[in-house]
């Protein structure tokens, strides 16, 4: 009628609950207890206690006839975990080379002055260092002999679990044999393993390896290839004779594990259109240590794309999936088009990156081939909103919408508007934001990404509009609104651009053209010597040039690299004016001018194999470089205080700029205006802006989730910037240096979440501690360079 657990917290009681496979109502029979106690043990012995014994109490239910209420009596007793992996028969390869490639089984931490005595039963030699063959064979010069030396007595393992879980042992057993494929031992085998508890109540595991002889490739001939010859295939295939032997690395350079880079023999043909082919390699004498191959292959015919559906797209139009498409109808077919098509779909942001499949129907009967791209929409808008008052300040708040996949065509039609007329792939940017008597702005921009539909020529146009004002009055020690119209700054900007794809070096490349302009409105207002009072005017002309393979994912690229390279004009007016023109302050920033050069440059690279469900969790390695500099046409005019750049903290409270400059990120460091790495004042503002800056980033990311409604994932850094005035200061290698960690969450409809804490290794002093040089950083929306 009823039952429960005694002995084990609630927590694990409710986990327990549903694994036991007890039902209220059901007739209790001797199968159905042994299946429970047995589900019991084995929940607890996944989470290291394999002592567990569990005794059931049965007594009688008075209110039901026949009725039986049990109690789960459950000693969970000590927790067990791995003391040592000991191995015997490897002859050739060192146990910590083994001990590596057991990702699921790993030893625990230790420190003790008394070591457990190992149990390995299938060795009676002492495998152990002693101190006295240490210093005959000069250990200390060796790393490893070490290591080895001081093992039994200390051993530090971060974020591993010394748990022994049965599966992940079967896996790794697996990985041993495979890692022993991989270095020639094809015929290596586990003869016998155990585990065996050791003196202290841990776990001695116990493995005796058989690893046979060591094999190299032999002789390699091609039969049945007519589009290629002999040589450019070995070629291609990359492995020569007397190389070790390893089958994974054979499969993989012909193609029968197929992975997104390509290089191999399959590629080679499919992206030709050999759809059909197939590759096998055959092994045709074994002779002492040499493995004797003949690869055989069967090209067949070159097969065209006949039909492309697609399906699940209930927002976005086909219209704008087709122009995406490098799979096209009547075209040969090609695995590195289908790839590229995966990766710009999945750029959009419009749909599930892990659901974009393309399902491929062959027809052998007429030599063509269907394409079902099967897609799941996910939401790309943004919505940004906040709201306070007080302060004296009055009322503050942001409200922002971002509309990914507008339709600017639809907005006339009433039908559209459910709620909003989406599907063109075109982005529409709305936002307000209020510091109460202090700051305001207004912000809008358009996307056209395909500019008359028929070649990716993408067209932009914004508008912006802000005023920042002094509204302390010191008098009264309050916020006023005549204080704010006293003292301010207004700017107002304009911005068209047009960007084109190109072709040559590669359709990785692009070009954007920018017009921009902005209005400077000062009044009582000191930012610069001689610029209190009047109006600047920025023109300026940007052209970039950039180069992004980077994906498939835009939010959290796996692979490839971005490169932008630009440059930012303004009319050289003091090319035509005399010197004396610039004599008056009045005239002085009349017109702003300068030119401006940016180079950044990110690589992303996977580091390790791929697991989980979806062979989705992976460790991210991205390096990124940036520098900016801003220079002046002439020693007539003074280098422009605009479009300069500010370094250092770029949270929150720094998420925009007054002058127009751009805002570089320094994880771990207050904004600071100084190029010396030692001085960093804590402030939140910079009295003056550098003209030179370098950064440069590391990043070991690792995703939680990358599913459509999140993408979550942790993230470590090591970061070096700094800036300079002057050209003759510039040093590259005088930076300042931070650590930290992060994470980042990207939602649905509130874009990106985000927090950083970093310590700057150049803000600890003597006598300090890592506290003190220690900044949380948030981000809301975006995230500055």
Same mark, same amino acid.
């Given at each position: 009628?009823?039952?429960?657990?005694?002995?084990?917290?609630?927590?694990?009681?409710?986990?327990?609950?549903?694994?036991?496979?007890?039902?209220?109502?059901?007739?209790? !029979?001797?199968?159905?207890?042994?299946?429970?106690?047995?589900?019991?043990?084995?929940?607890?012995?996944?989470?290291?206690? +394999?002592?567990?014994?569990?005794?059931?109490?049965?007594?009688?239910?008075?209110?039901?006839?026949?009725?039986?209420?049990?109690?789960?009596?459950?000693?969970?007793?000590?927790?067990?975990?791995?003391?040592?992996?000991?191995?015997?028969?490897?002859?050739?390869?060192?146990?910590?080379?083994?001990?590596?490639?057991?990702?699921?089984?790993?030893?625990?931490?230790?420190?003790?002055?008394?070591?457990?005595?190992?149990?390995?039963?299938?060795?009676?030699?002492?495998?152990?260092?002693?101190?006295?063959?240490?210093?005959?064979?000069?250990?200390?010069?060796?790393?490893?002999?070490?290591?080895?030396?001081? $093992?039994?007595?200390?051993?530090?393992? =971060?974020?591993?679990?010394?748990?022994?879980?049965?599966?992940?042992?079967?896996?790794?057993?697996?990985?041993?044999?495979?890692?022993?494929?991989?270095?020639?031992?094809?015929?290596?085998?586990?003869?016998?393993?155990?585990?065996?508890? /050791?003196?202290? %109540?841990?776990?001695?595991?116990?493995?005796?390896?058989?690893?046979?002889?060591?094999?190299?490739?032999?002789?390699?001939?091609?039969? #049945? /290839?007519?589009?290629?010859?002999?040589?450019?295939?070995?070629?291609?295939? %990359?492995?020569?004779?007397?190389?070790?032997?390893?089958?994974?690395?054979?499969?993989?350079?012909?193609?029968?594990?197929?992975?997104?880079?390509?290089?191999?023999?399959?590629?080679?043909?499919?992206?030709?259109?050999?759809?059909?082919?197939?590759?096998?390699?055959?092994?045709?004498?074994?002779?002492?240590?040499?493995?004797?191959?003949?690869?055989?292959?069967?090209?067949?015919?070159?097969?065209?794309?006949?039909?492309? $559906?697609?399906?699940?797209?209930?927002?976005?139009?086909?219209?704008?999936? +087709?122009?995406?498409?490098?799979?096209?109808?009547?075209?040969?077919?090609?695995?590195?088009?289908?790839?590229?098509?995966?990766?710009?779909?999945?750029?959009?942001?419009?749909?599930?990156?892990?659901?974009?499949?393309?399902?491929?129907?062959?027809?052998?009967?007429?030599?063509?081939?269907?394409?079902?791209? *099967?897609?799941?929409?996910?939401?790309?808008?943004?919505?940004?909103?906040?709201?306070?008052?007080?302060?004296?300040?009055? =009322?503050?708040?942001?409200?922002?919408?971002?509309?990914?996949?507008?339709?600017?065509?639809?907005?006339?039609?009433?039908?559209?508007?459910? @709620?909003? @007329?989406?599907?063109?792939?075109?982005?529409?940017?709305?936002?307000?934001?209020?510091?109460?008597?202090?700051?305001?702005?207004? /912000?809008?921009?358009?996307?056209?990404?395909?500019?008359?539909?028929?070649?990716?020529?993408?067209?932009?146009?914004?508008?912006?509009? !802000?005023?920042?004002?002094?509204?302390?009055?010191?008098?009264?020690?309050?916020?006023?609104?005549?204080?704010?119209?006293?003292?301010?700054?207004?700017?107002?900007?304009?911005?068209?651009?047009?960007?084109?794809?190109?072709?040559?070096?590669?359709?990785?490349?692009?070009?954007?053209?920018?017009?921009?302009?902005?209005?400077?409105?000062?009044?009582?207002?000191?930012?610069?010597?001689?610029?209190?009072?009047?109006?600047?005017?920025?023109?300026?002309?940007?052209?970039?040039?950039? +180069?992004?393979?980077? #994906?498939?994912?835009?939010?959290?690229?796996?692979?490839?690299? !971005?490169?932008?390279?630009?440059?930012?004009? !303004?009319?050289?007016?003091?090319?035509?004016?005399?010197?004396?023109?610039?004599?008056?302050?009045?005239?002085?920033?009349?017109?702003?001018?300068?030119?401006?050069?940016?180079?950044?440059?990110?690589?992303?690279?996977?580091?390790?194999?791929?697991?989980?469900?979806?062979?989705?969790?992976?460790?991210?390695?991205?390096?990124?470089?940036?520098?900016?500099?801003?220079?002046?046409?002439?020693?007539?005019?003074?280098?422009?205080?605009?479009?300069?750049?500010?370094?250092?903290?770029?949270?929150?409270?720094?998420?925009?700029?007054?002058?127009?400059?751009?805002?570089?990120?320094?994880? *771990?460091?207050?904004?600071?205006?100084?190029?010396?790495?030692?001085?960093?004042?804590?402030?939140?503002?910079?009295?003056?802006?550098?003209?030179?800056?370098?950064?440069?980033?590391?990043?070991?990311?690792?995703?939680?989730?990358?599913?459509?409604?999140?993408?979550?994932?942790?993230?470590?850094?090591?970061?070096?910037?700094?800036?300079?005035?002057?050209?003759?200061?510039?040093?590259?290698?005088?930076?300042?240096?931070?650590? *930290?960690?992060?994470?980042?969450?990207?939602?649905?409809?509130?874009?990106?979440?985000?927090?950083?804490?970093?310590?700057?290794?150049?803000?600890?002093?003597?006598?300090?501690?890592?506290?003190?040089?220690?900044?949380?950083?948030?981000?809301?929306?975006?995230?500055?360079?």
């Amino acid at each position: 009628t009823s039952f429960k657990f005694k002995g084990i917290k609630k927590g694990e009681a409710d986990d327990l609950t549903p694994k036991t496979g007890l039902i209220k109502g059901r007739v209790v !029979t001797d199968n159905m207890k042994r299946i429970a106690v047995e589900s019991i043990r084995k929940f607890f012995i996944d989470k290291g206690y +394999r002592n567990t014994s569990v005794k059931i109490q049965e007594i009688k239910d008075p209110t039901v006839p026949n009725g039986l209420f049990m109690t789960f009596d459950i000693d969970k007793g000590s927790k067990v975990r791995i003391n040592n992996i000991n191995f015997a028969g490897n002859d050739n390869i060192e146990d910590s080379r083994l001990k590596k490639q057991m990702k699921g089984t790993k030893e625990m931490s230790r420190l003790t002055l008394f070591p457990s005595k190992d149990v390995n039963p299938y060795s009676n030699e002492n495998t152990k260092l002693s101190f006295h063959d240490y210093v005959k064979e000069n250990g200390y010069l060796s790393i490893s002999q070490t290591k080895e030396l001081v $093992d039994p007595y200390f051993r530090f393992k =971060l974020l591993s679990s010394a748990k022994f879980n049965d599966k992940k042992y079967l896996e790794d057993k697996e990985k041993l044999l495979n890692y022993y494929n991989s270095q020639g031992y094809r015929d290596a085998v586990i003869v016998a393993d155990t585990q065996v508890i /050791n003196n202290k %109540g841990n776990l001695d595991v116990a493995i005796k390896m058989s690893e046979g002889h060591k094999y190299y490739f032999g002789n390699i001939t091609w039969r #049945g /290839n007519t589009k290629y010859t002999d040589s450019l295939l070995s070629v291609f295939l %990359g492995i020569k004779k007397g190389d070790v032997y390893n089958i994974e690395t054979l499969n993989k350079k012909l193609g029968k594990s197929p992975s997104q880079e390509g290089g191999d023999i399959s590629s080679l043909y499919q992206d030709d259109g050999y759809l059909f082919f197939r590759i096998d390699p055959i092994e045709t004498a074994v002779y002492n240590d040499t493995i004797d191959h003949e690869i055989r292959i069967v090209e067949g015919p070159q097969a065209t794309i006949g039909k492309i $559906d697609i399906t699940g797209n209930e927002k976005t139009k086909d219209y704008v999936i +087709r122009r995406e498409l490098r799979t096209i109808p009547g075209e040969k077919f090609s695995r590195q088009d289908l790839i590229r098509t995966q990766r710009e779909l999945s750029q959009l942001g419009f749909f599930n990156p892990e659901k974009i499949n393309p399902g491929i129907v062959p027809n052998p009967d007429n030599g063509t081939v269907d394409i079902n791209w *099967g897609l799941e929409e996910k939401s790309s808008d943004q919505l940004e909103l906040s709201a306070g008052f007080g302060g004296g300040i009055g =009322l503050t708040g942001t409200l922002g919408v971002t509309f990914n996949n507008f339709s600017i065509n639809n907005i006339f039609h009433k039908g559209a508007w459910s @709620p909003l @007329p989406t599907g063109d792939g075109q982005k529409l940017s709305l936002r307000v934001q209020s510091n109460g008597k202090a700051f305001r702005s207004y /912000n809008f921009s358009f996307t056209e990404p395909w500019l008359g539909g028929k070649k990716r020529n993408s067209f932009t146009i914004s508008y912006y509009d !802000t005023k920042y004002s002094n509204a302390y009055d010191p008098l009264t020690g309050r916020y006023s609104s005549a204080a704010a119209s006293n003292s301010f700054i207004k700017t107002t900007g304009f911005g068209i651009s047009l960007g084109k794809q190109l072709k040559w070096p590669d359709d990785y490349f692009s070009i954007v053209y920018g017009l921009n302009l902005q209005q400077y409105h000062l009044k009582n207002y000191n930012i610069f010597p001689g610029l209190t009072n009047g109006n600047s005017t920025n023109v300026s002309v940007k052209i970039t040039l950039a +180069r992004s393979s980077a #994906g498939p994912s835009p939010i959290f690229p796996t692979s490839g690299s !971005t490169f932008s390279l630009s440059t930012q004009l !303004t009319p050289p007016y003091s090319l035509f004016r005399d010197a004396s023109y610039y004599k008056d302050p009045t005239k002085q920033y009349q017109f702003v001018e300068f030119h401006k050069e940016r180079f950044n440059a990110e690589w992303y690279v996977p580091i390790g194999q791929a697991h989980g469900a979806d062979k989705n969790k992976q460790f991210i390695l991205k390096a990124a470089a940036k520098y900016g500099f801003l220079g002046r046409y002439s020693t007539k005019t003074a280098t422009s205080p605009f479009e300069r750049f500010q370094l250092g903290d770029a949270g929150l409270s720094n998420s925009f700029a007054l002058l127009g400059y751009d805002i570089i990120a320094h994880r *771990g460091y207050p904004v600071y205006d100084n190029s010396d790495p030692k001085i960093n004042p804590d402030k939140t503002t910079a009295s003056e802006f550098f003209t030179i800056f370098n950064k440069y980033t590391l990043e070991l990311r690792y995703p939680f989730s990358t599913s459509a409604s999140s993408t979550i994932y942790g993230l470590t850094f090591f970061e070096a910037a700094n800036g300079w005035y002057k050209f003759q200061d510039y040093n590259p290698f005088k930076l300042r240096r931070s650590v *930290g960690v992060g994470m980042r969450f990207f939602l649905p409809m509130f874009g990106l979440l985000g927090f950083d804490y970093g310590i700057g290794l150049d803000r600890i002093a003597p006598g300090t501690t890592l506290k003190s040089a220690g900044k949380f950083t948030f981000m809301l929306g975006q995230e500055a360079e």
